[in-house]
């Protein structure tokens, strides 16, 4: 069975402030995905990484897949009110179904 | 392209009552679709794999009998939690695999369905 670990579970932080959300597991994945998602609604893709090392942009957010495809990071520059949310990281094993990490809370204050 | 969509978004029922969920794919094909539950401020629990024309796959702890679930085409599936209890209160959530992405990695995801049993 694989674990994603993710941490921090609880973030609440000032407008304008960075942030890392991790994503760790002693297993390699194909692919690893990244969710967003608001109370009441399903998760919303942000964005899918599959070659080891790969980074990816997305304005004030940066993923980084690592190089082992073991783990990935999702930091987040100058956070924004409208960036709250549940950030959840996703693996799969080469074809077969998602594996979920626990979740981020993030809480960005005016 | 790529919308999933789940109904109804909101229920409310009577303890012992049977509720039925549908999620569909609206502009693909999905070979398979998976039903997850989550509970406040947590993650996605994964219920069950179901693909078109073959019995569900369920989770370990997950009970076939209370959660029926038919994946009569490749479009939709339904999710019905028979004689539903308080404790089956949840925010249950659909997703499908598209038949052209030739794996279960990519899913698209429903809004959720929000259950209160009383």
């Known amino acids: 069975t694989q674990l994603l670990e993710q941490s921090p579970q609880f973030l609440s932080i000032q407008e304008g402030e960075n942030l890392t959300v991790y994503c760790n597991s002693s297993s390699v994945f194909s692919s690893l995905q990244w969710y967003r998602q608001e109370p009441g609604e399903g998760p919303v893709l942000l964005v899918t990484?599959?070659?080891?090392?790969e980074v990816k942009k997305l304005k004030r957010l940066t993923f980084q897949f690592g190089d082992a495809r073991k783990d990935s990071s999702l930091h987040i520059t100058a956070a924004q009110p409208g960036d709250t949310g549940l950030y959840l990281c996703?693996?799969?094993?080469?074809?077969?179904?998602?594996?979920f990490g626990a979740g981020t809370i993030l809480r960005v204050k005016s | 392209g790529a919308v999933v969509s789940q109904h109804p978004s909101r229920v409310i029922c009577k303890s012992g009552t049977s509720v039925k969920i549908e999620c569909r794919s609206l502009d693909f094909q999905a070979t398979t679709m998976f039903w997850y539950r989550q509970f406040p401020k947590q993650s996605l629990m994964l219920m069950a794999t179901?693909?078109?024309?073959?019995?569900?796959?369920?989770e370990q702890g997950v009970e076939k009998d209370k959660f029926l679930i038919n994946h009569a085409s490749l479009t939709l599936s339904t999710l019905t939690v028979t004689s539903a209890h308080p404790e089956d209160s949840s925010f249950y959530i659909c997703?499908?695999?598209?038949?052209?992405?030739?794996?279960?990695?990519?899913?698209?995801f429903g809004p959720g369905t929000r259950l209160l049993v009383l």
């Open positions: 179901s693909n078109e024309g073959s019995k569900a796959t369920y």
């Open positions: 990484v599959v070659t080891g090392g």
């Open positions: 997703s499908a695999s598209p038949v052209l992405s030739g794996n279960q990695e990519t899913q698209y």
């Open positions: 996703a693996g799969a094993e080469y074809g077969n179904k998602l594996v």
